[in-house]
């Protein structure tokens, strides 16, 4: 079974940084493209980070370019997104997903609060 | 960047009654190559993640009822629940994966009466 488990959420200040991970288990982790995705409370979703199998290439839209960091470890199975100067309009759950044709897979989301 | 327009916003309907809503894109999601729509639908119950329902603008994703039907090609697109469940309350969003930056519809809520 398909697993994908996010970690790494909180209360953060303004500016401040964060780590987020995310454990996926029940498939090859090094054959799958993996994405981050959130949603802002009570509103839609938003694309945040892509990567490459083998972690070669990232891709990211212009509201996170240059503060956040897509990685992923594939001899550990984790995908991590580092985000730095954190602002109040990053407040959202994260969710780790699985590139397919689409998003198949998700996890549970972690809740990044961005408050002073 | 693609943007994704899904009407209506919400819909109220009725159990065992017909519901289709609308995903359009401001460019083609059709890729020549290979003939596929690159687009998805989800449905995204309360307090719940995102649940992929169908892909490439008509494969049903395994698992899913068959009253789930994705069709259209190019820029428009629909999605059809041919008899709607009670269980079928949820949020339902397109999204495009022609290409980057991977965008999202705004989602049509549906509502059962």
């Known amino acids: 079974e398909v697993q994908l488990v996010e970690s790494g959420g909180g209360l953060v200040q303004p500016g401040r940084s964060l780590k987020l991970s995310c454990v996926a288990s029940?498939?090859?982790?090094?054959?799958?493209?993996m994405t981050w995705i959130r949603q802002a409370p009570g509103k839609g979703l938003e694309w945040v980070a892509s990567?490459?199998?083998?972690?070669?290439?990232?891709y990211y839209p212009d509201s996170v370019k240059g503060r956040f960091t897509i990685s992923r470890d594939n001899a550990k199975s984790t995908l991590y997104l580092q985000m730095n100067s954190l602002r109040s309009e990053d407040t959202a759950t994260y969710y780790c997903?699985?590139?397919?044709?689409?998003?198949?897979?998700w996890g549970q989301g972690t809740l990044v609060t961005v408050s002073s | 960047d693609i943007v994704m327009t899904q009407t209506p916003s919400s819909q109220a309907v009725s159990a065992g009654e017909k519901v289709t809503m609308s995903c359009k894109s401001s460019?083609?999601?059709?890729?020549?190559?290979?003939?596929?729509?690159?687009l998805a639908w989800y449905q995204q119950k309360p307090g719940q993640s995102p649940k992929l329902l169908i892909y490439w603008a008509s494969t049903r994703e395994s698992g899913v009822p068959d009253r789930f039907i994705g069709s259209g090609s190019g820029t428009d697109f629909t999605l059809t629940i041919s008899s709607v469940q009670a269980e079928d309350l949820a949020v339902y969003y397109c999204q495009q994966y022609y290409n980057f930056p991977l965008t999202f519809g705004s989602g049509t809520k549906l509502e059962i009466k």
């Open positions: 990567i490459t199998n083998t972690g070669g290439s990232t």
């Open positions: 997903t699985r590139v397919d044709g689409g998003f198949a897979y």
């Open positions: 460019q083609s999601l059709l890729y020549n190559e290979n003939k596929k729509n690159y």
């Open positions: 029940g498939f090859t982790f090094n054959n799958y493209w």
